[in-house]
Structures are given as structure tokens and as C-alpha cells.
């Protein structure tokens, strides 16, 4: 493999001695669609549905600065991205075009003189990503807890940080293109049943979402509507949804999907690490919090209470009307008993509203 790589460097010095076009020579057993190397290329191979544990693995976020094609993103949330101290593991694949030779890092005219014809700049990827060999859908849905979701209309919370007014093309185009890459993921089948985040970059925007085990799939195209929107209508560098900080809104009910047009992703991280242990972005953490009414998501709502789209940013629990977690029917004789499991978030009222028992019932 490593003769066949310094073969191909041998032919490209060769040609550009003679005045020949690089783009037009045939590198034996490198891009003959058989062999990928990945110095040779500025994208990762394409997803081919293939799982994220099957993508290539780069060990530097910098990497992604050469492709102008839209990318998935797998790596790990509690190891800092950009921190030089911490060995950095991200797992990719491309979701456009696998084989454009354009670096992201060249202008348009030294492209050209690639012979490729498309151009680095914002339109020239589809706005839709290109995925083939796509694996028939899974059966996640029907064999969780999603398929007793449903569809309900709730209200998320908007957070806003930072500003840049020059953003540009990133709000209308790429933002656009990382969000479709990401709902395209779990809408397709392509996501496996256990897989809740995944990352998306495109040409400086990053984007992460985190879908807890309750919601269905069509929760990330639902939520990536009405998110672009406010991308493109706000200033702010990170713009954020979350459904989460319900007294009843353990890790499994808890759903957040970020974009960031500089791409910070460090911010997006620390975003979905947060989502993945049920705790919001509050008001510590954003400029602005607003609300965002009547966003329809696929949920199972078994479990969650009166109180189910209300965060309480000070951490103290929402109390029912009544002032007390509804009350269920005690355990007789010969009641069946039945197990939950505690999730990251839940606390004394969750767990007894979950149980079906008052919170007195439960200490």
C-alpha cells in the first residue's frame, strides 16, 4: 500500500515536470475507487450508511478546514475537541461528494487548475446531501420506546450566544446543509437504535443534536426547521433549542439540537455533553433565552408530568397543582411489581411520578 501511494506521488511529479494535467492521469491503486488514502484526498470517504464505528478516523479537528463537503461527526463528549492535551478520536464520513479533489483551503482559480469545476464557495454543494448505497431503514422505531410516541406540539427554549453580524452565506447555506445532514441521518434508517448524537460541519458551521430515547427520529427534522429559522433571522454565533429541565425530563425526555456559524465547536460540544447528563443551557450559559411555541416532536410521554415543556433553571422541582406528584393506587398482595430505570436527571419526584406514587410515598 505504501509502494502504490509513492507511485502516485512519483506520477504527479512526473506530470507536473511534462506540463500534463494531474487531473487528468490515472493514479493506479489510489483513486481507482478501490483504495482510499487519506492524505490524498480533503474529505473523508462517504457514509454509505455505513455505522459511525465503521467511518475513518481523523485525530485533528483541522482536518475538516480542507473539505467543502458536508460531513457527519462522531466523537467523544467528554474529551475537549480542540484541547492539545487530550488525545482527539473523531470518527467521519462525508455525506456529499466523497470524491471532489477541491480544498476547501484554495481559491477558486487554483481548482480550476485541478481540473475540478466546482468551486469551494458556499453554493457549490447541493443544499441537499448525497448519500448511496443507503441500507434498507431499521427497525428502531418499533422496537423501543419510540413506538408508543407520538406527536404533540410543546415549547422549547431558544438560547442565543455571541454575535456576527458578517456571518453571511453560513446562515442561509451552510447552516442549512449541516442541519440537513444531521435529520437525514436519523431520518433515513442510516442511525443505529442506540446512537442519541451525532455532529455535522459544513465550510465553518458546526451543528450537534442529542435525542434522548423517548423521541422518534422525525423530532431532529422538526426542530431543524424551525432552528434555521432563527439562524437566519438572529445575529448570534450559537443558536440553540432544548427541551429539557422539567422536573420529569430525565436524559431519555430530554432533546437539544445546536448550530454555531463560527464554528466554535467546542461550544457545541459542552452543548451536547450537557443534553446527554439532562442538564439545560440556562441562563448562565446564553445572552438570551427565549421560547419557541407550538414545535411539533415525536415523543413517548409515559412518565412526564403536568409540567412536561417548563424548566426550573434553579433546579428545585415544579410541583403539581395540588402541590404533590400524582398519587397511583397502593401496592396490594398481589399487585405484579415492575422495575424502572433511573436516568441521568431523575430525582425523588420524577422516579415517584414515573412509579405512579406520591412523593411521601416514595422517601
Avoid at 2 to 29: H, K, M, N, Y
Avoid at 91 to 107: D, E, I, M, Q, R
Avoid at 136 to 160: D, F, I, M, N
Avoid at 187 to 201: H, I, K, L, R
Wanted: hydrophobic share 40%.
Amino acid at each position: 500500500m505504501r509502494f502504490s501511494a509513492t507511485c502516485a506521488w512519483l506520477l504527479v511529479l512526473r506530470a507536473a515536470a511534462q506540463d500534463v494535467d494531474v487531473a487528468d492521469i490515472v493514479l493506479e491503486g489510489v483513486d481507482d475507487g478501490t483504495n482510499y488514502y487519506q492524505q490524498l484526498h480533503p474529505c473523508p470517504l462517504v457514509c454509505d450508511g455505513s455505522p459511525s464505528s465503521e467511518w475513518i478516523m481523523y485525530s485533528s479537528w483541522d482536518r475538516f478546514a480542507v473539505c467543502n463537503e458536508p460531513v457527519l461527526l462522531s466523537f467523544a463528549l467528554s474529551n475537549p475537541v480542540l484541547d492539545p492535551d487530550t488525545p482527539t478520536k473523531i470518527t467521519t464520513c462525508t455525506a456529499g461528494n466523497a470524491n471532489s479533489k477541491v480544498n476547501a483551503l484554495f481559491n477558486a482559480t487554483d481548482a480550476a487548475a485541478l481540473g475540478d469545476t466546482s468551486s469551494p464557495d458556499a453554493s457549490s454543494t447541493s443544499s441537499r446531501p448525497v448519500r448511496v448505497k443507503r441500507q434498507p431503514p431499521s427497525t428502531c422505531e418499533a422496537a423501543s420506546a419510540r413506538a408508543s410516541a407520538t406527536e404533540s406540539k410543546v415549547s422549547l427554549q431558544l438560547s442565543l450566544r455571541g454575535t456576527d453580524p458578517d456571518a453571511g452565506l453560513k446562515r442561509t447555506e451552510a447552516a442549512s446543509t449541516a442541519l440537513a445532514t444531521l435529520h437525514e441521518h436519523f431520518g433515513s434508517g442510516d442511525s443505529p437504535c442506540e446512537e442519541n448524537v451525532m455532529f455535522a460541519y459544513h465550510q465553518g458551521v458546526v451543528a450537534g443534536v442529542y435525542i434522548g430515547a423517548s423521541f422518534g427520529r422525525a423530532t431532529v427534522a422538526s426542530v431543524a426547521k424551525v432552528l434555521l429559522g432563527q439562524i437566519q433571522s438572529t445575529t448570534a454565533t450559537t443558536v440553540a433549542a432544548q427541551l429539557c429541565g422539567a422536573p420529569d425530563r430525565n436524559a431519555r425526555h430530554t432533546f437539544g439540537l445546536v448550530v454555531d456559524v463560527s464554528g466554535n465547536v467546542t461550544a457545541v460540544q459542552e452543548a451536547v455533553r450537557g443534553w446527554n447528563q439532562a442538564k439545560c443551557l440556562t441562563p448562565a450559559h446564553s445572552e438570551s433565552l427565549a421560547q419557541l411555541r407550538d414545535v411539533l416532536v415525536v415523543e413517548d410521554k409515559a412518565g412526564l408530568g403536568l409540567f412536561e415543556d417548563m424548566p426550573s433553571w434553579n433546579g428545585t422541582a415544579l410541583l403539581r397543582g395540588n402541590g404533590t406528584a400524582p398519587s397511583g393506587p397502593g401496592l396490594a398482595r398481589r399487585d405484579e411489581c415492575r422495575t424502572i430505570r433511573v436516568e441521568d436527571g431523575d430525582g425523588c419526584a420524577s422516579l415517584a411520578a414515573r412509579c405512579g406514587i406520591a412523593g411521601k410515598d416514595f422517601m
